[in-house]
């Protein structure tokens, strides 16, 4: 009985020991993306970076109401700082709650452009991946990378998750408008 035990317990590993091959292989791509995943249209493309520059003018304009309608109610934003000891501190937090940071009486408004942004867009789920400058009170206070994914819901892309780098150097002068 034991010998059986171990027989069966051995028969695993003697299976994945085996060379695996395929029938029929399937064909390495020979054009962009035939066969599987859909190119973003400019369309698509055009409608997830107008939700995201609403929001952002909404940002510099301190307009909550704005800024909630490019928001899902799931919507979380992540900060990259860099820790006092060193490292990465990682801020988790809910979308009213970054509302509420970037909205408090006396602090000035953020302005925060993004340029070169990377768009893929595959049904109701968009990424984005850009440069961003942030300025306060017309001064250039860090700069870094956007991370954004969106999700469509009735038609309209809305902001689902937020995520940057952090860096106070080499981010040059204020980019144009």
Known sequence: MRTLFLALLALPLIAACQPQT???PVPAPTGALQGGAVETTEQERAGVLA???????????????????????????????PAREGGTRVVVMTGRQFVA???????????????????HVSGDLATVWAEYQVRRD???????????????RNGRW????????????????????
């Not at 940071?101 to 006396?106: D, F, K, N």
Request: aromatic share 6%; glycine share 6%.
């Open 22 to 24: 395929s029938i029929s």
């Open 51 to 81: 939700s995201i520059q609403d929001f952002m003018v909404a940002l510099r304009m301190r307009d909550t109401t704005a800024m909630y309608q490019h928001m899902d109610s799931l919507t979380h934003i992540t900060l990259l700082r």
């Open 101 to 119: 940071a970037v909205t408090r009486p006396g602090e000035p408004g953020i302005d925060e452009p993004i340029r070169n942004p990377d768009v």
């Open 138 to 152: 017309g001064n250039v206070t860090h700069c870094g990378f956007d991370a954004f994914h969106l999700v469509r």
């Open 158 to 177: 809305m902001l689902l998750t937020i995520a940057d780098t952090f860096q106070t150097t080499g981010c040059g002068p204020a980019w144009p408008r």
